[in-house]
């Protein structure tokens, strides 16, 4: 096996730093698991420690960006984009008739004019790749979107805080100003170091968590979470990542009326409803229920711990609910302490 080094995430709410923490709590309940099924995949950080562990994995994400970074971090087991691949993204062809939707639609928004740009040119090389390198250049494509955000998030029309930085603690100019060449070789340079064969066969699915019934010997869960106030849904926060990777249907789906102009591709009501959240879990469980059952939460979550603790022992003769550590990410540092929790059934 391969030494556990794990790709850097830039997602709201990534277990990146509690990962080692839930496995140990995983194997402190000495039941054996073979197979992984990962409902609300995101970063891929738990499946792709599940790989790193030799477990056949099965990453999910309602959202189409995640499945093509799960497909480029979890089910291949190579990167075959070469570096004359990534020069040649940024390159319009003379035969080639190019659309430019991103620079028609959201100037002064997220990046700049160039920018847009490159960026319409990127998505639409990708399409004439060999299919089995654009999950690899899609994942350079997102990665380097994400990183040149202010707080890596697309839910605010604020292209200003990057152009007008002046110094703080929300961000990095340095990082904001790489162009975009300079990072996909960076990114294809990480894939390279990332991806491999962990002789399981491991696959990445695009369903709503509870349209994914493929079943696991354990199923982990990661649902969003809700604060008492100022709720932004994970699409509002990743919209604009959802559109590239849907790049055909950008015109007809871009909401006018929102100063960011969001993308309403694959928006759903699943998890996404602090009056149904609790439905919505059940059904899962339910439906995971000969499974072993992980769930990351929050302790300032609604619904709290103890519902989903009470929730869950319905469905499982033992149930753990685990205080992992104080945590804090990066939009949400100030305020009352905030507990990560892994509650198990088993």
Known sequence: ???????????YGSKRKLVDLIWSELENINVEFNSVLDVFGGSGIFSYYSKLRGKSVIYNDIFLFNQIIGEALIQ???NELSEEDVHNLLIREP????????????HDIYFTDEENYQIDTVIQNIGFLPIERRASAYYLLFQSCLIKRPYNLFHRKNLNLRTNFNGGGFGNKVTWERPFKELFLKFNSELNKYVFDNGQNNISLNHSALQCNLQADLVY???????????????????FLEGLANYNLIPENIDHTKLHREINLN???EFENKNTFLNDLEELIEMHQNSIIAISYRSNGVPTIAEIESLLNQYKNNVRAINLKK????????GSENYEFLILGF
Do not use: C, G, W
Not at 95 to 106: G, H, T
């Open 95 to 106: 035969n080639r008739i190019y659309q430019n939707y991103i620079a028609e639609n959201f």
């Open 267 to 269: 928006k759903s009501n």
């Open 221 to 239: 869960i990661d649902p969003p979470y809700f604060r008492s106030v100022n709720h932004v849904p994970y699409h509002s926060k990743y919209h």
């Open 1 to 11: 096996m391969p030494k556990i080094n794990l790709p850097v995430t830039r997602y």
């Open 327 to 334: 945590y804090s990410y990066a939009l949400n540092s100030k």
């Open 76 to 78: 291949n087991n190579s």
